[in-house]
């Protein structure tokens, strides 16, 4: 069920800045900005030779990469994506075994262009999964 890992995604004040030292110390390609309204974010992604680094910065005084950056004035590690090749049986599995899926539970379109869903932190040690359609 649970594929490769798609990105790690890290929350900041200005994406485009914290994604430039990726290009420049380790040769990384470095996407344009997209701003995602639907998810209250602008986006950047550092492309490597096995993962993506998605560098997200608040999109609008609603979106909760700003309350996120409240608690964690410096930025941080906001969530890891890992690609299944099935959204909607990966997600009924997980509901199943007891996972929380954020919001209402239907998949949105991610950056990728990628139907995509977020399961609650308190299900997997702390840390904010989302799942990516493969």
């Known amino acids: 069920m649970l594929g490769?890992?798609?990105?790690?995604?890290?929350?900041?004040?200005d994406a485009i800045k914290a994604a430039r030292i990726y290009g420049a110390a380790?040769?990384?390609?470095?996407?344009?900005?997209?701003p995602l309204p639907e998810h209250g974010v602008i986006t950047v992604f550092a492309t490597l030779p096995n993962t993506k680094i998605e560098f997200i910065e608040p999109l609008g005084e609603t979106s909760p990469i700003a309350k996120f950056l409240e608690r964690n004035a410096d930025g941080g590690i906001h969530h890891i994506c890992y690609e299944v090749v099935d959204i909607i049986a990966s997600r009924d599995t997980l509901v199943k075994e007891g996972a929380r899926v954020l919001g209402d539970g239907v998949p949105k379109i991610g950056a990728h262009g990628k139907p995509v869903l977020f399961l609650h932190p308190k299900d997997f040690s702390g840390a904010l999964v989302e799942i990516e359609q493969a």
């Open 4 to 13: 490769r890992l798609n990105h790690v995604a890290i929350a900041t004040k």
């Open 26 to 34: 380790f040769g990384a390609q470095i996407s344009e900005a997209v």
